[in-house]
């Protein structure tokens, strides 16, 4: 039997692909998923708890994710790692650029509190006390693993840390309710600062440690002692910002400058 095999003329060969997309295209969309995600989140840094902060991240990036997928079909997946440092510019903002913000523009933070007035402040993250002091009788120390987050079942802890309180009283004699503490917390035997000097600091509504037999009321208040923050969170702004620019650096770098012997044609 012979069989025979006849090419038909008329057969349309497969279109190409079309045109890739031009490189400033391709540079401009992943800038614009950089800087848009980092903008997006900067209220969260500022006005948010960060336990809030990060599931929020997380479900605002599923849909970018999606997105970017659905354009590399014309830009190449090249457009996936602006993805991955757009979740880096969201990380950015919760957790430095939103909080220098928020404390400098006054959202975050308040002077000047007196302390039995705290508790109806309490939607502030950074508190600074006046017309107060430390007592030097009901205070203490003890030492607990550091409580991450709690979850579903059990706890997330980190390194064991040495705490050390003090009561914060008023000097008018007004009772605070509900108690006020000033810590401080450091790791293995290094004497941690609770100094009259110093005015207030982060208020931590739940606790930080794990232990059930303290001597305080379950609804009591902490601040983390600490002195003026400006400079800190000045300092914070600026490399947050430093650490977006290096962010656009790299995406325009795997942009213009292709590597794995990737080629632009």
Not at 118 to 131: M, P, W
Not at 244 to 252: D, G, Q, T
Request: charged residues 20%.
């Amino acid at each position: 039997m012979f069989v025979g095999f006849v090419e038909n003329q008329n057969r349309k060969k497969p279109e190409p692909n079309g045109e890739p997309a031009p490189l400033f295209f391709v540079f401009l969309t992943g800038l614009s998923f950089i800087l848009g995600f980092g903008l997006l989140l900067l209220p969260l840094g500022a006005f948010f708890p960060l336990s809030v902060s990060v599931w929020v991240l997380l479900v605002l990036f599923l849909p970018i994710l999606f997105l970017g997928i659905i354009l590399s079909k014309r830009t190449g997946l090249k457009i996936l790692i602006s993805i991955f440092l757009s979740l880096l510019a969201g990380g950015n903002s919760i957790l430095f650029l939103g909080d220098s913000i928020g404390y400098g523009l006054g959202v975050t933070a308040k002077a000047d509190v007196l302390p039995e007035e705290v508790s109806t402040n309490i939607g502030y993250r950074y508190i600074f006390l006046r017309d107060f002091y430390l007592d030097d009788v009901e205070k203490g120390e003890f030492r607990s693993p550091l409580l991450v987050r709690r979850r579903s079942g059990g706890a997330v802890y980190g390194p064991v840390i040495r705490f050390q309180y003090k009561r914060i009283l008023s000097i008018s004699g007004k009772d605070i309710k509900p108690p006020l503490y000033a810590i401080c917390y450091s790791k293995d035997d290094i004497q941690c600062n609770l100094s009259g000097l110093f005015s207030g600091g982060l208020l931590l509504k739940e606790p930080i440690w794990d232990v059930s037999e303290l001597p305080w009321a379950k609804d009591s208040l902490f601040l983390v002692w600490r002195g003026p923050l400006d400079a800190e969170m000045f300092t914070k702004g600026i490399y947050s910002v430093l650490f977006f620019l290096f962010l656009i650096l790299v995406w325009a770098v795997v942009v213009y400058f292709p590597v794995l012997g990737e080629k632009e044609y």
